[in-house]
């Protein structure tokens, strides 16, 4: 749901409490204020009827006078204190013959010795034609309060919140590799401007931080390589001189140690290219012969623990990815199945258009398989090795938008891979 019209819905549901209980407070005001002036009304006219009294003036038949039923003047044989009475009464109306409620006002009135009971009524407005009143004001108020934030929304929204929408436009599209933040653009609205001045600040930040690290893992890389590398190369020299079986074994492990330091050093800063979305031009890669290719080029390595391997591939299946990440899958897991299989074991590769699946005997699993894909994160935690094959596959897997699911049944371990495929020639 879009911002204004969760806006828009907001305020007119507010808009509808507060006209309705307005609603109920108007209709007590209005019917108050009309009842008062009534009775106001009829005091004026009982006030005018004892002027004239006052001044000497007789109402012949006194009763009903000239016709004027609402009004009656009659003489006590008695006296009493002036006194004023306002009382609800039916009286019949013969034209609708029926009884309609009126509002009564009598008055006690002594005059020269003589008490008057002077007495006129009136039509109520009633409570019904009242409240018919409010609801009427009130549903124009509301229907011109929907049509007003309809057009709010339709035509004044979109300039309003243009800044705002080409700020998140800019957020969506930023790469940090691009290494160009995003430059605050100018408006005239305050919040939007200190959106836009957040955004440049985190962008620029985010760039300089990206930039650092970037150069760290460049450096890293490059200035443990070459030590290593001298390293492996005065061990090769020192092999090469006459040792006893004892210095030779202490040679061989220190050439092990720095072949997984040249190997560790090697997969971080892989690990941190990936990461840092330095691969993200794809291009059709066709995986049945990359796969194909692979195998043929671990051939010997296979033959060399001794297994066997089935494969299922399907030809032409294509997938849109940088062909440095699709190399970097397909070798880390066939890698992966050799390493990690038994003596004499097997291995079993089904390529379609929906997956990618690799299979291999092995030995049951000494951690949770949650685990496997964390860093340093190892199937035995007694092998030799370095425990990033499976994080490498699943930042190449989570970067390209594939779902990656391992599963462990009867000695088998099956990492699986959904694809999208694209279509070729």
């Known amino acids: ?123 109520m407005i009633e409570s019904n034609d009242v409240r018919e009143a409010v609801i009427t004001i009130l549903l124009w108020i509301l229907g011109l309060q929907v049509a007003g934030a309809i057009g709010i929304g339709y035509f004044v929204s979109g300039p309003l919140f243009k800044p705002f929408r080409n700020t998140l436009k800019r957020i969506q599209g930023f790469q940090l590799n691009e290494s160009e933040f995003l430059k605050a653009e100018k408006t005239n609205v305050q919040e939007f401007k200190d959106l836009n001045q957040f955004v440049e600040e985190m962008t620029k930040k985010a760039v300089s931080d990206y930039k650092n690290l970037k150069e760290f893992a460049e450096n890293a890389s490059h200035e443990l390589q070459t030590p290593l590398a001298i390293a492996k190369g005065k061990l090769e020299l020192l092999t090469e001189t006459p040792l006893n079986e004892e210095q030779y074994r202490y040679v061989e492990s220190l050439e ?40 043929e080029a671990f051939k010997e390595f296979a033959e060399l623990h001794n297994l066997t391997i089935n494969t299922e591939i399907e030809n032409g299946v294509s997938i849109n990815m940088h062909p440095v990440l699709a190399e970097i899958l397909w070798s880390n897991l066939f890698q992966n199945a050799i390493r990690h299989n038994i003596k004499d074991g097997s291995i079993r590769v089904i390529l379609t258009p929906e997956k990618l699946k690799v299979s291999n005997t092995g030995n049951n699993l000494k951690v949770k398989p ?48 959904s694809l999208k495929t694209v279509k070729t020639g």
């Open 370 to 417: 949650e685990q496997l894909f964390e860093r340093f994160k190892k199937a035995d935690p007694s092998s030799n090795s370095i425990g990033l094959g499976l994080s490498i596959i699943k930042r190449i897997a989570d970067q390209n938008d594939m779902d990656i699911t391992y599963v462990n049944e009867n000695s088998w371990h099956h990492l699986e891979i």
């Open 1 to 123: 749901m879009k911002l204004i019209t969760k806006f828009l819905l907001i305020y007119l549901f507010v808009s509808t409490i507060v006209l309705g209980i307005g609603g109920v407070i108007s209709y007590y005001i209005i019917k108050d204020e009309i009842d008062q002036e009534l009775k106001w009304e009829f005091l004026d006219r009982i006030d005018r009827v004892t002027y004239l009294l006052e001044q000497g003036k007789t109402f012949e038949g006194l009763e009903g006078v000239n016709q004027d039923e609402n009004l009656v003047i009659r003489s006590l044989p008695y006296n009493l204190e002036n006194n004023v009475e306002v009382t609800d009464t039916l009286i019949w109306d013969s034209r609708l013959e029926q009884e309609e409620k009126n509002v009564k006002v009598s008055a006690y009135r002594t005059i020269q010795d003589t008490t008057y009971y002077i007495s006129t009524y009136g039509n």
């Open 256 to 295: 092990k140690t720095i072949k997984k330091l040249s190997r560790l050093s090697e997969s971080l800063a892989l690990l941190t290219k990936i990461e840092n979305h330095e691969f993200i031009d794809g291009e059709v890669v066709n995986l049945s012969n990359l796969i194909t290719e692979g195998i």
